[in-house]
């Protein structure tokens, strides 16, 4: 069941005019539904820092020569955007940098977004390059190390990397974008900073909803409301 609802949409676009699917009465006027949803796009883009995450990604595709799905797919498989992952073997940052690889690869601060994507774009570079820009083996060597790759002959028989090479490569073909929102971040405090940006990934499903999945949501929006009545009334009784 829905629990949180976009009122947004629903004070923007108030009634459909007739059967027709393309247009709805927003405020004063009657206006374009695809209008509205680009003035929407407009504000999320709008209310974005100039200097976010989905920045730093083309700086380190173009200075590495990395493809930029492969680095966001890494980003997203490894901490999901977040520059203040920690895990539970010690990696840090976006990109999950080990810190004595994250030293070798001259990143002094792993938990500063910078410095680790474009650490972890160099590795990777590095990883492409050793084989020939197969990406799966620059994938298992990313997570189990180039030395177990040559060992096994190719990807290692490890569960946790044949499925990372697995999700990695199923998130390339998504065209992934970032957006960025200011957060209270524990790790960045305990570094002196108040605040951390914490970025979540962001499809292009999520942008291209049509009318018909509008109205859907409306009935299902509906459908819980009135659940939720019926259920106050019940406990009230």
């Not at 492969?70 to 010690?90: M, Q, R, T, W």
């Not at 009318?211 to 409301?225: H, I, N, S």
Request: hydrophobic share 35%; proline share 3%.
């Amino acid at each position: 069941m829905i629990q949180n609802v976009d009122l947004y949409k629903s004070n923007k676009i108030q009634q459909a005019s007739g059967s027709e699917a393309s247009t709805v009465q927003a405020g004063q006027g009657t206006q374009a539904f695809s209008e509205v949803l680009d003035a929407v796009h407009t504000e999320k883009k709008e209310a974005v820092d100039t200097n976010t995450m989905e920045d730093i990604f083309i700086r380190a595709s173009e200075k590495h020569q990395v493809p930029i799905n492969l680095l966001k797919s890494v980003a997203k498989a490894e901490s999901n955007f977040n520059p203040d992952a920690v895990s539970h073997c010690g990696a840090q940052g976006v990109m999950q940098l080990m810190p004595s690889t994250a030293e070798g690869l001259g990143v002094k601060d792993a938990f500063d977004p910078e410095e680790n994507i474009m650490g972890g774009a160099k590795y990777l570079s590095m990883m492409l390059n050793q084989y020939d820009g197969d990406v799966k083996l620059a994938l298992a060597a990313y997570n189990a190390g180039s030395g177990n790759v040559a060992k096994y002959g190719g990807i290692p028989p490890f569960k946790e990397t044949q499925a990372y090479v697995k999700k990695v490569t199923a998130y390339m073909e998504e065209e992934m974008g970032v957006i960025s929102v200011k957060v209270e971040s524990k790790a960045g405090a305990a570094q002196g900073k108040t605040t951390q940006p914490l970025f979540m990934p962001l499809t292009q499903a999520d942008l291209d909803y049509t009318y018909q999945d509008y109205v859907r949501f409306m009935e299902l929006y509906q459908e819980q409301k009135s659940w939720n009545q019926m259920m106050a009334l019940y406990k009230n009784r």
